[in-house]
């Protein structure tokens, strides 16, 4: 089955199957299903664009629908275990907003409004990576009251089948933001500090974004400790190797590829940030700047240091 044999109306049925299907273990878990429905899909039309067969398409985003709800629910309960005393958001737009108050407790609550607050970074990351019209794209999307597929693509100017293939791809990019977001080890203020970096990028040639990995690298390098399991020299191993996974070797960079770039170069200011979330210049000054760039490069898929990846004196 190839990707062009895939229509509008086929791809919204098998989202609605993923939604429904994420969506029928109780209040958490439609609180993230249109996240998960839609990583679902975007992982279904990516294993198509590269060719692979799925016998059961319907199964197969069900099933990924399902593992991915699953999997933000215990992050949320993981991160916020023990937290009491936060208000829901009043957001009318959001879904959790449609949990009554008595399916949930003290500590749901809590987890609750972690969701909300964490869908809102998440969402302000994503339009940051995209380019501008494509931003809005997303935007529309996201806030598109209930509206047919139809109604949207022909609002956006597209046929539905473009429509449909486009907002699959873009919600790779939403997904791999959630990701970095969601990273169990990246506490509030370096999260709140990395969002920022992200923000203030936007705009920005991407150009500019070898030479900023590269000043980055630079700050690390004037922090090395001697000792190549020390904070400054981890951080260069990751900041070095996940760049050269991936930057552009020739050709137009595709909007995922692209995004992966802007979202490492966002790390990378964070790295040259003196005083972030940890000031440099203290003792532990770098931990956070760790798991900054350790959170991205998660994000994009790959290995965690010492689980295989490349170490410091590999590179020379």
């Not at 990028?201 to 090395?224: K, N, T, Y």
């Not at 000054?285 to 990846?309: K, N, P, S």
């Amino acid at each position: 089955m190839s990707l062009e044999s895939n229509d509008a109306d086929h791809l919204e049925e098998l989202y609605q199957g993923a939604l429904n299907r994420a969506s029928a273990e109780g209040p958490f878990a439609r609180s993230v299903a249109d996240l998960a429905a839609n990583t679902a899909l975007a992982n279904y039309v990516e294993k198509l664009d590269a060719g692979e067969e799925i016998r059961n398409p319907m199964a197969y985003v069900k099933q990924s629908a399902w593992n991915c709800a699953r999997n933000l629910m215990r992050a949320a309960k993981r991160r916020d275990r023990g937290l009491f005393g936060t208000r829901i958001a009043e957001d009318s737009g959001d879904p959790l907003v449609e949990i009554a108050d008595e399916e949930l407790g003290p500590e749901d609550r809590v987890i609750a409004n972690e969701m909300i607050a964490m869908n809102s970074l998440a969402l302000r990351c994503t339009c940051c990576l995209l380019e501008q019209k494509d931003a809005e794209f997303f935007l529309r999307i996201h806030s598109g009251g209930g509206s047919s597929v139809g109604d949207l693509a022909r609002d956006l100017g597209y046929n539905p089948d473009a429509f449909t293939k486009k907002r699959y791809r873009i919600e790779k990019v939403f997904e791999m933001s959630y990701r970095v977001i969601w990273h169990p080890r990246l506490m509030p203020k370096p999260r709140g500090h990395f969002v920022n970096c992200v923000e203030r990028r936007a705009g920005r040639p991407d150009s500019e974004i070898e030479a900023e990995i590269e000043e980055a690298l630079e700050w690390l390098r004037q922090h090395f400790r001697g000792d190549p399991t020390a904070k400054p020299e981890l951080i260069m191993t990751l900041l070095s190797n996940t760049w050269a996974n991936i930057a552009t070797r020739a050709g137009r960079p595709g909007l995922m590829q692209t995004a992966r770039r802007r979202l490492l170069a966002a790390a990378a200011a964070y790295v040259v940030l003196e005083d972030d979330a940890k000031p440099d210049s203290g003792p532990d000054g770098f931990d956070d700047d760790y798991e900054v760039v350790r959170a991205v490069r998660r994000a994009f898929g790959m290995d965690a240091l010492g689980a295989g990846g490349t170490t410091y004196h590999d590179l020379g």
